[in-house]
C-alpha cells in the first residue's frame, strides 16, 4: 500500500506585534530572508515536540489580547505531525473538560514554539 505524500497545511495564528517583531530580528541575525518565515516556524514546532515536558510550556502561554497582528503560515508535513502529537499530550495532560483554554490549542502551540526558540537559540 503506497501512503500518498503528507501536504502542508496553512494555518492563521494571531501573536503579539512585539512576538512578531522578535521573529523578524532572529531572522535577520541568521541572515535569513522573511519569505523562510514558515519554514524557520516549523523547525520551530518540531523542535518543541523533542523538549522535555513541552505540554507545560503550551499551558503556561498566554497572550494578551492588545496589539496583535494575524499572520499566515505554511508549516511542512512532519510540523504538522509534530502539532497534532503536541496537541493530543498537552490535552491528555491538562483535559479540555477542565481546562477549557485547551480546545483550540494550534495557535496557542505555534505561539509556544516560537517563545521557546527565541528564548534558547541565540542564533536561532
Do not use: Y
Amino acid at each position: 500500500i503506497t501512503q500518498a505524500p503528507l501536504k502542508a497545511n496553512r494555518v492563521a495564528v494571531r501573536m503579539p506585534r512585539r512576538l512578531k517583531a522578535c521573529i523578524d530580528d532572529a531572522l535577520n541575525s541568521a541572515g535569513l530572508s522573511i519569505k523562510r518565515f514558515s519554514a524557520w516556524v516549523s523547525e520551530s514546532v518540531v523542535r518543541l515536540e523533542q523538549t522535555e515536558r513541552f505540554w507545560e510550556f503550551v499551558s503556561e502561554e498566554q497572550m494578551s489580547s492588545t496589539e496583535t497582528v494575524s499572520r499566515t503560515i505554511s508549516l511542512t508535513p512532519e510540523a504538522v505531525q509534530a502539532l497534532d502529537s503536541i496537541a493530543k499530550v498537552t490535552r491528555d495532560h491538562f483535559p479540555p473538560d477542565k481546562h477549557p483554554e485547551m480546545l483550540e490549542i494550534r495557535s496557542k502551540i505555534i505561539r509556544t514554539a516560537i517563545l521557546q526558540r527565541l528564548l534558547h537559540s541565540p542564533q536561532s
